[in-house]
């Protein structure tokens, strides 16, 4: 088989076996407050950009950027000033096209319903004491009693006792009960002797319209958006794209201090949308 390493014609990629491939780990974006470089793969694009916004969404593109080729199907462009608190999409131009814009399959920053990436300060998104925290200690398989948990299900009762209802937050709440006195949220959890809870897609999923969640849609998130961004209507903002990821690890270390260890449902085999994807 040919190995390409560099942007072939599209003629020469007639089989995904031929796409050049990215081992790097700095796809998407890697931020400081002096630059922020942004690399995409797309080794069949003729054109790339970055699209810059001011906001999550709304309005033009304050600026728009040619990426440059770079090695094994990338490109990369260098903003050489702080961009924190911006937001931004890739468009690859192929036979003529400008395609629809992306945040990019790798982003972790995402404005309201995830339309736009966002740059941010990862140390802001860092609860008090999160260096030093740690999943509890499983000395055998055999051990784990498994509770599978849909976040909005677990505390959205009216008489749940818990104040964060429908949110990562509520994960972190103790002493909760029913009117009648009875245990609920991590307090029951416990009752229950659970050792491991298995939490049902908490990813960036399509068809929960973050701008109107007293709507109050339901779904469990098997349509996902962005893999790798916590979904927003889990959040208490979400506008922010700080918010949602620091209450994800603030739930995250909750439980780790109430004795849980995490499995987390992800779904990367699924597509909310083929035509759009």
């Known amino acids: 088989m040919e190995t390409l390493t560099d942007h072939p014609s599209t003629e020469r990629l ?3 076996d031929k796409y050049p491939s990215y081992y790097g780990s700095d796809l998407e974006l890697v931020y400081t407050p ?10 069949s694009a003729d054109r790339v950009r970055l699209n810059l916004y001011a906001s999550g969404e709304g309005g033009d593109p304050e600026e728009q950027v040619e990426m440059e080729k770079a ?5 990369r462009i260098h903003i050489d000033r702080d961009l924190k608190g911006s937001f931004y999409t890739f468009q690859i131009e192929k036979n003529g096209k400008w395609l ?8 972790k920053a995402v404005g309201i319903n995830g339309n736009r990436a966002a740059v941010i300060d990862w140390n802001e998104t860092n609860p008090e004491g999160w260096e030093s925290d740690r999943s509890p200690e499983l000395k055998m398989y055999s051990d784990i009693i498994l509770y599978e948990l849909h976040h909005r299900d677990f505390s959205i009762a009216p008489d749940s006792g818990i104040e964060n209802k429908g949110k990562f937050l ?4 103790t002493g909760t009960k029913t009117p009648e006195g009875e245990a609920t949220g991590l307090d029951h ?5 659970v050792t491991h809870i298995h939490i049902l897609p908490s990813f960036d ?7 109107r969640l007293d709507e109050n849609r339901y779904n469990w998130g098997y349509d996902p958006k962005n893999y790798n961004v916590p979904d927003g209507s ?12 620091r209450e994800f690890k603030e739930m995250v270390k909750s439980l780790h201090q109430n004795g849980f260890r995490i499995v987390l449902d992800v779904v990367y085999n699924h597509t909310a949308s083929t035509d759009h994807s």
């Open 205 to 211: 999923f399509a068809t929960v319209d973050e701008t």
């Open 234 to 245: 889990y959040s208490t903002d979400p506008a922010n794209p700080v918010v949602r990821i």
């Open 189 to 193: 959890l416990k009752e229950l002797g």
């Open 34 to 43: 002096e630059q922020s470089v942004f690399t995409l793969w797309a080794p």
């Open 100 to 107: 629809n814009e992306t945040p990019g399959i790798w982003a």
């Open 14 to 16: 007639d089989s995904y």
């Open 170 to 173: 509520a994960l972190t709440e």
């Open 71 to 75: 090695g094994y199907g990338t490109w």
